[in-house]
T-cell receptor
Framework: EAQVTQNPRYLITVTGKKLTVTCSQNMNHEYMSWYRQDPGLGLRQIYYSMNVEVTDKGDVPEGYKVSRKEKRNFPLILESPSPNQTSLYFC????????????FGSGTRLTVV | QKEVEQNSGPLSVPEGAIASLNCTYSDRGSQSFFWYRQYSGKSPELIMFIYSNGDKEDGRFTAQLNKASQYVSLLIRDSQPSDSATYLCAVNAKTSYDKVIFGPGTSLSVIP
């Protein structure tokens, strides 16, 4: 089954404790992206990647890091999480840049206390 | 001005009616336009994409694009209670073709 897999689905952590949210797709997509979704603010792009070793900032990159060492994986790293990073996070992928729309992962609900 | 705007709703329509969802965008250079449906607690799922002016139909869904007016809409014919969800409009950014910007979404409720 073609899919984007995110882990974990739910995570509660403390301020300052580094964490990684994993994202993997099995569709051989070149393009991958991370979004956060907050009430009243909608989906906002954090980072995106056009291919292996090629990444760029979205609208809200502060406090996040990404890497794209393999085509299928695009982890999101929070090196020192803060409460304002409490949110619902989605990973998404697409073939041929973003022309044909995204396939989204199931989401990761992160709470930073 | 926000880059992608939608009426937040909620929009309520009776079962069997046509639901009309609207979206405006600010960047004239945008070339790709998408509609996603998001059920509560779930991830967005792609319904349609459109690149050219005019209408594009897929089953009960029709996307309409007017680049001169910077306007894209989604019509849902014969609305069903299962269509009750939030509908997200998305546009690729003029500044970077790989950057996709989402609108805030319109909540649709189809009343049986």
């Amino acid at each position: 089954e073609a899919q984007v897999t995110q882990n974990p689905r739910y995570l509660i952590t403390v301020t300052g404790k580094k964490l990684t949210v994993t994202c993997s797709q099995n569709m051989n997509h070149e393009y991958m992206s991370w979004y956060r979704q907050d009430p009243g603010l909608g989906l906002r792009q954090i980072y995106y990647s056009m291919n292996v070793e090629v990444t760029d900032k979205g609208d809200v990159p502060e406090g996040y890091k990404v890497s794209r060492k393999e085509k299928r994986n695009f982890p999101l790293i929070l090196e020192s999480p803060s409460p304002n990073q409490t949110s619902l996070y989605f990973c998404a992928s697409s073939s041929q840049r973003s022309n044909y729309g995204y396939t989204f992962g199931s989401g990761t609900r992160l709470t930073v206390v | 001005q926000k880059e992608v705007e939608q009426n937040s709703g909620p929009l309520s329509v009776p079962e069997g009616a046509i639901a009309s969802l609207n979206c405006t965008y600010s960047d004239r250079g945008s070339q790709s336009f998408f509609w996603y449906r998001q059920y509560s607690g779930k991830s967005p799922e792609l319904i349609m994409f459109i690149y050219s002016n005019g209408d594009k139909e897929d089953g009960r869904f029709t996307a309409q694009l007017n680049k001169a007016s910077q306007y894209v809409s989604l019509l849902i014919r014969d609305s069903q209670p299962s269509d009750s969800a939030t509908y997200l409009c998305a546009v690729n950014a003029k500044t970077s073709y790989d950057k996709v910007i989402f609108g805030p979404g319109t909540s649709l409720s189809v009343i049986p």
